[in-house]
């Protein structure tokens, strides 16, 4: 197992005299002391505004804005620098794409194709582009354990234009069929895009090999800070589409009453650009890569796979969608007979245990299954054994706390 903890000084919290337990991962994740002091190094020795000025501090910074894309590049193995764009997070992303190229390529009797089980930010850009364009957003709905089946995949046919699907579920922690999905997408000559927001800090991700049309992720979901999001699109779409936000660094030239923008990837970074996120994200990526992908792949399931055993022996636990650790990464939704999951989540956080309670940003889902909120624990690599038995040992403390016999 991964051994790592040492490195992020929040997990010596101590919260109502518990050591504090982490397991909201999927919401955000904590920091190590190599991205807080790539942070610091940067506001210390680096800050200036990027493509701007002629002086070192805004080439520097520029530098270091340019490195941390390149760092990107590689680590999703994009083909080009210029198919790197930096946003604030993947529903900025989402937004970005479903604008620039939904609502100017979809049209009247075009389908957009969706799991019913999407995160809000890619749902409610596509709701928008689709009442503008006169297109139908049409749903996957899933079977009981939450895969796809043949029927929702036959719904990707002649008329569609858009499949835009998570590649992990943050209600579900199930891993999609990508490349399959991507493949049948691309047959009836729709495109395909992918939010990586709960995949690509817990696998390997391979744009090239997913052959994915665009693909979004959030930088503070894995070890990054927030207000950093990147979306990845193919050169050739990238160019031929609007910008999304106009502005200041976007432009090549700007008249009186007519604009010429700016190459890729800067077309669509309007504005002062967030080089900290661009460094803390860069140092995440040294720090994740130095690991090795895999082996975050591996940790995670190991601690899925004791979560789910224990969980699975709880009479009065029900796990959403697949209870396979194989088809999962680690994210765990559930609820408990006859308590509310925010009563739940305090009740644990009492313990110091740190879980998500709610909708999960996912209400069609919940709205589909009747299960109107729900409580997810998630795992990272600095999550250990120990932390699960400790979850496992006062999970059944909460119907006791509510007042229940057994
Ligand atoms: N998609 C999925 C699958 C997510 O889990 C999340 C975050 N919960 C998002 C999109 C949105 O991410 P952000 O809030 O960073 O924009």
Redesign the pocket.
Request: negative net charge.
């Given at each position: 197992m991964i051994n790592v903890r040492r490195d992020f000084p929040i997990l010596t919290k101590v919260h109502n005299g518990h050591p504090l337990v982490y397991l909201d991962n999927?919401?955000t994740t904590q920091k190590p002391y190599q991205v807080i002091h790539a942070l610091v190094d940067l506001l210390e020795h680096h800050n200036g505004n990027p493509h701007r000025g002629a002086h070192v501090l805004s080439i520097e910074a520029g530098e270091l804005y340019d490195k941390a894309r390149e760092a990107v590049r590689k680590f999703i193995n994009a083909k080009h620098f210029e198919e790197v764009i930096f946003v604030r997070?993947?529903?900025?992303g989402?937004n970005l794409i479903a604008r620039s190229y939904g609502e100017t390529h979809l049209k009247k009797g075009d389908k957009v194709v969706i799991p019913i089980s999407e995160?809000h930010?890619?749902l409610v850009p596509w709701q928008r582009a689709c009442r503008k364009t006169g297109a139908e957003l049409v749903y996957m709905y899933l079977d009981e354990t939450g895969h796809f089946t043949e029927e929702d995949l036959a719904k990707i046919d002649e008329r569609t234009k858009i499949v835009s699907f998570?590649a992990?579920?943050?209600v579900l922690g199930m891993v999609r069929p990508v490349k399959e999905v991507v493949e049948r997408a691309h047959k009836v000559g729709a495109i395909a895009i992918v939010?990586g927001?709960?995949s690509t800090p817990h696998m390997k991700t391979d744009v090239q090999d997913l052959d994915c049309d665009f693909y979004v992720f959030?930088g503070?979901?894995m070890l990054g800070s927030t207000g950093t999001?990147v979306v990845y699109g193919k050169k050739a779409l990238l160019e031929e589409m609007e910008p999304f936000l106009l502005g200041g660094d976007m432009i090549e030239y700007v008249q009186e009453q007519t604009t010429s923008f700016n190459e890729l990837p800067y077309k669509f970074e309007a504005g002062s650009q967030n080089v900290e996120g661009a460094v803390a994200l860069h140092a995440a990526i040294d720090y994740l890569n130095d690991i090795g992908m895999d082996q975050v792949e591996e940790h995670e399931r190991e601690l899925t796979d004791r979560c789910l055993e224990g969980m699975l022996k709880m009479p009065h636990i029900h796990i959403l969608g697949s209870t396979d650790p194989k088809e999962k990464t680690g994210v765990i939704s559930f609820t408990i007979d006859g308590v509310h999951p925010h009563d739940a989540a305090t009740i644990l956080d009492s313990y110091g245990i740190a879980i998500r309670s709610g909708h999960?940003?996912a209400q069609p889902l919940g709205a589909h299954l009747h299960v109107e909120a729900s409580n997810r624990v998630s795992f990272y690599i600095y999550n250990t054994l120990e932390e699960v038995d400790y979850f496992l040992s006062k999970l059944p403390e909460v119907r006791k706390v509510m007042g229940f016999k057994d």
């Open positions: 999927a919401a997070n993947s529903t900025e989402l995160h930010s890619n998570a992990v579920s943050n939010d927001a709960q959030s503070h979901k999001g999960h940003c």
